[in-house]
């Protein structure tokens, strides 16, 4: 099961931080990430980790902006985000992979959360 949290609404240029509570059998949990959906449009792959927190991918558009983070104690999965865009007014959405595959792709990943509203007002 997955729990995300910390959307909300910010400013442009501003910073959010979500984060996504993993439950259940982590122990067989190859990634989590993050992609988001704004209005009308596709699900955008924003940002991976796997879960021993050593290896992350980012999408080109946040990278250097964005950070995805894991804290381990508290099986959790964090998005720092900053600078942040009008056009990144999204739902964001942590997702759970229990197998291998392309980590950028919707179908690689299993379970999802509920999804948090970010909203960047420009």
């Known amino acids: 099961q997955l729990q995300a949290s910390g959307g909300g609404l910010v400013q442009a240029g501003g910073s959010l931080r979500l984060s996504c509570a993993a439950s259940g059998r982590t122990f067989s949990i190859y990634y989590m990430g993050w992609f988001r959906q704004a209005p009308g449009k596709e699900y955008e792959f924003v940002a991976v980790i796997n879960w021993s927190g050593r290896n992350t991918y980012y999408a080109d558009s946040v990278k250097g902006r964005f950070t995805i983070s894991r804290d381990n104690a508290k099986n959790t999965v964090d998005l720092q985000m900053n600078s942040l865009k009008p056009e990144e007014t999204a739902v964001y959405y942590c997702?759970?992979?229990?197998?291998?595959?392309?980590?950028?792709?919707?179908?690689?990943?299993?379970?999802w959360g509920q999804g948090t509203q970010v909203t960047v007002s420009s």
């Open positions: 997702a759970q992979s229990r197998r291998l595959g392309n980590p950028t792709v919707r179908s690689t990943f299993d379970y």
